[in-house]
């Protein structure tokens, strides 16, 4: 069994486009991906940035992102790039881990909003395929709250690479954080004191950030 890490980034959608086709808050700008052995040795790492066809990048998700919209007018749209990234895992069996139920959550938007219709995406998406090991990570230390991905790494004592809001360094990241927790299953987190309550959302996911807007138009 293979492990895929996975990773989304997203920007707005302008409201005006939930009376018309898109209904959603959400669109996917970046996809990263990480690919890992039985052992969770890291086999590749693939990453993708995605032409949104309703939404824009505004001020704040580029400055949290570094994504500009200059960079996505000629990359390929959301179906091209998940057949892309499912040729690269070839026929290999594999499980999703995602940091949150989010990324999923958004494809699945992504898909029936813009009337994608292929088996192999369709059958990416099923349910009993993806981990949410925010979920886990949670349960595992008996957590009452949603943790962050920066948080959940620091109290892990994993040196976060790269840099937060990156599609690939925090699906590397967390990939990291899974094998390090399943290969010693007897570890305890560090203690740690919370972040103060203005910096919260820089050490967020995407996902996270958008978790408290309904995420369909009325």
């Known amino acids: ?9 997203m920007c707005k959608v302008p409201r005006y486009y939930g009376e018309r086709t898109y209904k959603y808050a959400n669109e996917t700008i970046q996809i ?7 052992d969770f040795k890291r086999l590749g790492t693939l990453t993708q940035y995605v032409h949104p066809e309703f939404g824009v990048i505004d001020h704040f998700i580029e400055r949290l992102t570094g994504i500009r919209n200059s960079q996505l007018k000629n990359v390929p749209k959301l179906q091209e790039a998940l057949l892309h990234m499912l040729n690269w895992i070839g026929d ?5 881990y995602a940091w949150s139920e989010s990324d999923r959550d958004q494809i699945l938007h992504e898909i029936k909003a813009k009337k994608i219709d292929d088996t192999r995406i369709t059958s990416f998406v099923e349910k009993e395929k993806w981990i949410d090991y925010q979920s886990v990570f949670m349960k595992r230390f008996g957590l009452n709250r949603q943790i962050s991905l920066a ?3 620091e109290r892990a004592e994993i040196e976060p690479g790269g840099k937060f809001h990156d599609g690939l360094d925090d699906a590397v990241n967390t990939g990291d954080l899974i094998k390090k927790l399943t290969l010693n299953p007897e570890y305890q987190l560090s203690q740690y004191e919370l972040p103060e309550e203005e910096s919260k959302p820089l050490s967020s996911t995407l996902g996270e950030l958008f978790s408290g807007l309904d995420l369909q138009f009325a």
Not at 1 to 9: A, G, P, R, S, T
């Open 1 to 9: 069994m293979f492990y895929l890490v996975i990773d989304l980034e």
């Open 32 to 38: 990263g991906a990480v690919l890992l052995d039985e």
């Open 92 to 96: 290999r069996e594999y499980k999703i």
């Open 151 to 153: 948080e959940a790494l």
